[in-house]
């Protein structure tokens, strides 16, 4: 099976891939993706369930819409898996990063407690997370342009959310060494109380997508 070395995830492999990953360009798609866009896809799964009670007060309370800047006309078709691993294709972003960026994600939503994490709008939270915390982690980055082409947004857009999203925090972005140890360990339980289930169904939704896809430009290619 294409994603069977996956489904051995386990704490410790975890760990070892935050603190020891290589930054060759070979290297291979580093765990924490996976555990992240597992725990995003069940956050989703759940807001939807909830999502038809919160429309109404947020159209009524200005304080509570600030999140909107993030919302999509469409919902974007790709998976949350698909979207991270593109980033990491064309970004090489550390796994520190999607750990400093899940950090993010956790402060934003207690800064805006009637924010609500769609389908709308998570691939622009997880793109411009993922932007600022590349700033603040790595010592050379990519231009907000190049971040922009990666996300499938505007530059003009990728300023405005990165723009919103630091006032909104209060530039708040700083993250101390127990402050990330906790997330490492948050996402290292997330993977030994079951949440590898989770993780392979996530990937197993993302590979047959991609198998589509190549089927679908084959019949192109036939056709023309």
């Known amino acids: ?17 935050v603190y020891s990953y290589s930054y060759q360009q070979d290297s291979e798609t580093p765990l924490v993706i996976s555990v992240l866009a597992s725990l995003i896809e069940r956050t989703l799964a759940r807001n939807e369930r909830i999502g038809r009670k919160c429309v109404s007060s947020l159209k009524h309370n200005s304080s509570k ?15 949350i898996q698909s979207y991270l691993e593109r980033i990491f294709k064309y970004t090489r972003a550390g796994p520190s990063v999607y750990v400093i960026a899940y950090v993010y994600i956790d402060r934003f939503c207690s800064v805006l407690p009637e924010f609500r994490i769609t389908g709308r709008n998570v691939h622009r939270l997880l793109i411009t997370t993922i932007m600022v ?92």
């Open 1 to 17: 099976m294409v994603f069977s070395s996956y489904m051995a995830i386990s704490p410790r492999k975890l760990r070892y891939d």
């Open 65 to 79: 819409t600030s999140g909107r800047v993030f919302d999509c006309n469409e919902t974007p078709d790709m998976t």
């Open 133 to 224: 915390a590349s700033k603040y982690v790595e010592d050379m980055n990519y231009r907000n342009s190049y971040f922009a082409r990666v996300g499938g947004i505007t530059t003009e857009e990728m300023n405005t959310l990165e723009f919103e999203f630091l006032f909104l925090m209060n530039f708040r972005m700083h993250v101390n060494v127990s402050v990330f140890e906790s997330y490492c360990c948050h996402l290292e339980r997330e993977v030994s109380i079951g949440g590898g289930y989770y993780i392979e169904k996530t990937l197993r939704c993302a590979e047959e997508i991609k198998s589509r896809q190549k089927e679908y430009n084959q019949m192109s290619r036939v056709t023309l």
